[in-house]
């Protein structure tokens, strides 16, 4: 194909990809409040295990205690992955969490994963 002439075809037809097998949208906030219900308990073990890097978003209001004043020791972050279990009926999310050291450093979230996530059942 020439330049700009290749044309764009659907690889499967409209609609055969059910909603709860397609990929997360980075934008998607809607599990925000669940992992935070999941994580507000754990907020102890999870400063005890991982230092001062927990944001309020995450586990809940507790400031110094959970982050580090202006992040000096970094910051986790959450990401939500479709979950291989998941099937035409039920969405399951893997809830999966990463360290960065500074705001400017962002990028390289992927390449610190924390040893902790766990499976939300959004059906």
């Known amino acids: 194909w ?3 002439e290749a ?3 659907p690889l499967l037809p409209p609609g055969l990809v059910p909603y709860a ?3 997360m949208d980075v934008g998607d906030t809607s599990l925000r409040a669940l992992v935070r219900a999941q994580l507000e308990p754990l907020r102890e073990l999870l400063v005890a295990s991982f230092g001062r890097v927990w944001p309020a978003d995450l586990v809940g209001p507790c400031g110094a205690a959970c982050l580090a004043p202006n992040a000096t020791e970094g910051r986790a972050f959450q990401f939500v992955f479709n979950d291989v279990q998941s099937t035409g009926s039920v969405r399951t999310s893997r809830i999966n969490f990463f360290w960065y050291a500074a705001e400017a450093q962002f990028q390289a979230v992927w390449l610190h994963p924390l040893p902790f996530s766990f ?5």
């Open 119 to 123: 499976l939300a059942d959004q059906a």
């Open 7 to 9: 044309p764009a075809r």
């Open 21 to 23: 097998k397609r990929p």
């Open 2 to 4: 020439a330049p700009g």
